[in-house]
């Protein structure tokens, strides 16, 4: 049933180009010398690709040629071109682009939909990687009978968050996301700052990690989650009163079992003051929670922020071992609104590969897992699943939502929409050239706040755009309709096409 709920009218979408001269693309274009610049091909593209030269016309913005495909257009500007002055090959630089998950179409479209607010058209693919495996070899199967012709606006993405029953206020959010933590000391302040703001806007959540609550937060109180993880650095009464959900991290899926370490050089002299350590001294957290052995130690944990916060949801962030269904039954039990599913293909490029590869449950074993075994013990109802580790795009987070969960939590894509090219250097203080995950004032001032902020508004608009499609396709007016509806997703090695009875979305 869908959830009825005023009409939040959420942020516009407004274009924000790259903040490098020369953005990444699929496709490198290239004015050779016998150009007269005549002018034609800025005339003819539609896609600004070129701006005027004094010789020549400027490739100004070649990330948006629309390629090869252009071929089969009146307005092919290599065929056009009076000098055949213009040269299309593809990009070298794109080949060798992000990896087996993120692949460099991902990326692209990424950056694309945070640019522009809309669908990539460049022949991207923006709904799998090319991992072999997880979300990428799941598919939608569509009914063949026309999906639901109604306007946008008449299909639901609003969630709530508390479905206890309890005498805890309710709290809807009008997307099925919220941002992930992402403490401040593994990213920059106008990294925190601009997902908290993006939140804002989109009347969402944003999680602070376990780095402590910078006061540039303060005036978004309402849409923040505050972490407690076992370091408990920055971990104060009053920021736990602040907030309307207060987060406990048990584990996380990208490096369960190992806790966190925050290399030296991240830690200048404000996260220290900020975690309460020293300057330049690396931070570790532990794992696990040296006062949590039980249920009943769990439940004294959550009876402490209920205790403290007479308003707050309280949220439970675990990794995914293999009996990932009783944690979650007995975080209920402890008196938990919502259990975050922490899948193994999320983290930064600061989490080991070992564990990313070989210890947790993937995601998409996980989730149906504890959906089944919670609906088998008749509690499905009241409690909030969340899952997270890995949702790359509006595809993965609608496949999360029809394995079981109710919601995604997304961090990864956030700083994909800043233009993060997947290095893998997050853990160095002056190892992110995109001023992104860092603590260095020279490489955080690479990055304005506004600029950012709009660029993650952006990106998640055109997701639930994407989402509402996906569920009118399916004859759905609510994404709660979605949950756990197994029979419309299925895996490319196990399904025959004699025994479809929809359209596969490949």
């Given at each position: 049933m869908?959830i ?23 496709y490198?274009v290239t ?12 005339t003819l593209?539609?896609?600004?690709v070129?701006k005027?030269?004094?010789k020549?016309?400027r ?17 092919f500007c ?5 000098e055949?002055?213009?040269q299309?090959?593809?990009?070298p ?7 087996r998950r ?9 950056w694309?939909m945070?640019?522009?607010?809309e ?5 991207l ?13 799941l598919?939608f199967?569509?009914?063949k ?5 109604v306007?946008d606006?008449e299909i639901?993405t609003?969630?709530?968050l ?6 805890r206020?309710?709290?809807t959010?009008?997307v099925?996301f919220y ?16 997902r908290?703001?993006?939140?804002a ?12 609550y910078?006061?540039?937060l303060?005036?978004?109180d309402d849409h ?20 309307r959900i ?13 806790g966190?370490h ?8 404000r996260?220290?003051?900020m ?8 931070l570790?957290?532990p794992?696990?929670?040296?006062s949590?052995?039980?249920v009943e ?9 209920k205790?403290?916060n007479?308003?707050?949801l309280?949220?439970?962030?675990v ?10 039954v ?18 930064t490029?600061a989490?080991?590969?070992?564990a ?9 074993y996980?989730v ?7 609906s088998?013990?008749g ?24 394995l079981?969960a109710?919601g ?10 800043l233009e ?9 203080g ?10 260095d ?9 506004d600029w ?9 608009l055109?997701?639930q ?14 994404v709660t309709?979605l949950?756990?509806?197994f029979d ?17 979305d490949?």
């Open positions: 869908a009825k709920t005023k009409t939040l009218k959420l942020p516009e979408i407004r274009p924000v180009p790259s903040r490098f001269r020369n953005a990444l693309g699929k490198r004015i050779t010398k016998s150009c007269n610049n005549c002018g034609l091909c800025i593209c539609p896609y600004s070129y005027a030269g004094s020549k016309p490739v100004a913005a070649e990330h948006l040629c629309l390629g090869f495909p252009c071929k089969e257009k009146d307005f290599v065929n056009k071109c009076p055949k002055a213009i299309l090959t593809i990009n630089s794109f080949e060798i682009l992000g990896d993120w692949s460099a179409d991902l990326l692209a479209s990424a694309h945070a640019e522009t607010g669908l990539p058209y460049q022949g693919n923006y709904k799998t990687g090319n991992s072999g495996g997880g979300f990428d070899k598919r199967i569509f009914p009978a026309k999906g639901l012709d306007p606006e639901s609003t969630i709530e508390n479905r206890s029953g309890d005498s206020p309710s709290v959010i009008p099925p941002f992930g933590g992402m403490s401040f000391g593994s990213v920059s302040i106008v990294t925190m700052l601009s908290v703001k993006a939140a806007a989109l009347k969402t959540f944003c999680c602070t990690g376990e780095g402590g910078p006061e540039e303060i005036p978004y923040i989650i505050t972490q407690i993880a076992t370091g408990l650095f920055g971990v104060r009464e009053e920021t736990i009163k602040r907030v207060v987060e406990f991290k048990y584990a996380q899926g990208a490096k369960p079992g190992l966190g925050l290399l030296g050089d991240k830690v200048t002299s996260v220290a003051s975690r309460e350590a020293v300057a330049g001294s690396a570790f957290s794992f696990p929670f040296h949590v052995y039980s130690d769990h439940k004294k944990h959550v009876d402490w922020i205790e403290t007479y308003r707050a309280v949220s439970v962030k990794s995914t071992p293999s009996d990932v269904d009783m944690v979650a007995g975080s209920y039990y402890a008196g938990a609104h919502i259990v975050q599913l922490d899948g193994s293909y999320g983290g490029g989490a080991p590969d070992i990313k590869k070989n210890i947790a449950m993937p995601i998409e996980a149906p897992k504890v959906h089944k075994f919670l088998e013990e509690i499905r109802d009241k409690v909030t699943i969340i899952a997270s580790g890995g949702i790359r795009s509006a595809y993965d987070m609608a496949k999360a939502i029809a079981g109710d995604v939590c997304l961090g990864t894509a956030d700083l994909v929409a993060c090219i997947r290095c893998h250097h997050c853990e160095s002056r190892g992110c050239a995109r001023g992104i995950a860092t603590t004032e020279e490489l955080t001032s690479l990055m304005e706040l950012a902020t709009q660029r993650i508004i952006n990106m998640y055109t997701w755009r994407q989402l509402i499609s996906i569920l009118k396709r399916l004859g759905m007016r609510s309709e949950v756990g509806r419309v997703i299925g895996h490319l090695d196990y399904i025959k096409q004699k025994d479809l009875e929809g359209d596969l490949l």
